[in-house]
């Protein structure tokens, strides 16, 4: 059984560019959730994703997007960077409905940062 | 509403035991309890239900108090690998999403 993993594992972009994130789900798994977590804070919900739908969002301005592909893997985009945008960017798949997730297991992040 | 996790940071001996606390001012479904090392993953140790009962290893246990809004994680004769920052994270209701808090750092000394 793999576990959760994500790419790139670091990412160097200025402010107004575009990133793409990915993250492959943990095998069983159907939701995939994306935090943003900077430096010294807990990770930030920024959306939900379960069977290919956006099931619930955070805080989060439109700039920042997502898919889910049937395989459950996902993409975290996000638009005309800026630098508040540097941190950590951790995805966590969990098996559940649409109401209700199981445990989240954690990737290992993508740190980006932004000049 | 972002839990409140006290204390900020701790600094252990090794063998010592640690309390870390997380308070809530809404009711709570569920809490969930993280530790991510430095410049890891968060991973996953324990989940707290309402009406459930208290969780945990022989060494590492954690309680929920529905009336105070506030779970307590117990880290029994700390080891080295203990050392990181624990997250707690919480549910208002069964079909919320989990918000973390700020989390406690953790560090064991020989």
């Known amino acids: 059984e793999t576990g959760v993993t994500q790419s790139p594992t670091h990412l160097i972009k200025t402010r107004g560019q575009q990133v793409t994130l990915r993250c492959s789900s943990q095998s069983g798994h159907n939701t995939v959730s994306w935090y943003q977590q900077a430096l010294g804070q807990g990770p930030q919900f920024i959306f939900q994703?379960?069977?290919?739908?956006?099931?619930g969002r955070g805080n989060f301005p439109p700039r920042f997007s997502g898919l889910q592909f049937p395989n459950y893997s996902s993409e975290l985009n996000v638009n005309a960077l800026e630098l508040d945008d540097s941190a950590l960017y951790l995805c966590?798949?969990?098996?559940?409905?649409?109401?209700?997730?199981?445990?989240?297991?954690f990737g290992p992040g993508t740190r980006l940062l932004v000049l | 509403q972002q839990p409140v996790q006290s204390p900020q940071a701790v600094i252990l001996r090794e063998g010592e035991d640690a309390v870390i606390n997380c308070s809530s001012s809404?009711?709570?479904?569920?809490v969930h309890w993280y530790r991510q090392k430095h410049g890891e993953a968060p991973v996953f140790l324990m989940i707290?239900?309402?009406?459930?009962e208290q969780k945990g290893h022989e060494k590492i246990s954690a309680s929920f108090n529905e009336k105070k809004q506030q779970s307590s994680l117990y880290l029994t004769a700390s080891q080295l690998s203990y050392s990181g920052t624990y997250f707690c994270g919480t549910e208002a209701n069964r079909d919320d999403k989990i918000i973390f808090g700020k989390g406690t750092r953790l560090h064991i000394l020989p």
């Open positions: 994703y379960y069977r290919e739908e956006e099931n």
């Open positions: 809404k009711a709570l479904y569920s």
């Open positions: 707290l239900l309402k009406g459930g």
């Open positions: 966590a798949s969990s098996f559940g409905t649409i109401t209700r997730q199981e445990t989240q297991y």
